[in-house]
């Protein structure tokens, strides 16, 4: 009777829990539009950079490699070609993005979604970075590999800049 009554009650203690529900995700709207988001997802049609290394490899034939995010992603993959080819795309995403006048900066760590949110309310400062969190705590080391890439051509971009705009400066002769 006792193993009986046992087995019915955690029955009946399955069965509730099986109803409590701690978050109804289709009841959750959460539609980030922040400028990090659409930059870190934004597709470039336009970029060339490896496309003679992605027709060895038929899967990727249907797919459109055109994001920060996709081309992060490839970094995974095992094959050296694939990864040498995902460096340079994502090079050129960076230039594309200075280019337009929204040069990213890839962060990471605890809060750096809270950070990138704060440092990108003001977008008139550090050279007009915009700063795009791509992990929390930890992250893969394709993502950091792939942070790596962008934040030093972005600030390749950044210095090169400088010195093109200070090498244009005339000097105005000084009269004695």
């Known amino acids: 009777m006792k193993i009986v009554f046992g087995k019915s009650i955690v029955l009946i203690l399955f069965c509730f829990c099986l109803h409590v529900e701690g978050q109804n995700v289709k009841d959750t709207i959460f539609e980030d539009q922040s400028i990090s988001t659409k930059l870190y997802t934004k597709c470039f049609e336009n970029l060339n950079q490896g496309a003679v290394i992605f027709e ?27 990864q040498l080819a995902a460096e340079e795309l994502l090079k050129g995403i960076a230039t594309q993005l200075y280019r337009e006048g929204n040069p990213v900066f890839m962060i990471n760590g605890m809060e750096s979604y809270t950070s990138a949110m704060r440092e990108n309310e003001n977008l008139e400062d550090n050279n007009h970075l915009v700063y795009i969190s791509y992990a ?5 080391y394709f993502l950091s590999r792939g942070a790596n890439v962008i934040n030093k051509e972005t600030f390749r971009l950044i210095n090169q800049n400088k010195v093109v705009s200070k090498s244009n400066v005339t000097r105005i002769p000084q009269t004695d």
Not at 57 to 77: A, E, G, V
Request: aromatic letters at 12%; a negative charge; hydrophobic letters at 30%.
């Open 56 to 82: 060895k490899y038929p899967d990727f034939k249907q797919t459109n490699i055109c994001s920060l995010s996709y081309c992060m992603l490839l970094l995974s993959f095992p094959e050296i070609d694939i």
């Open 136 to 140: 929390e705590c930890q992250s893969p």
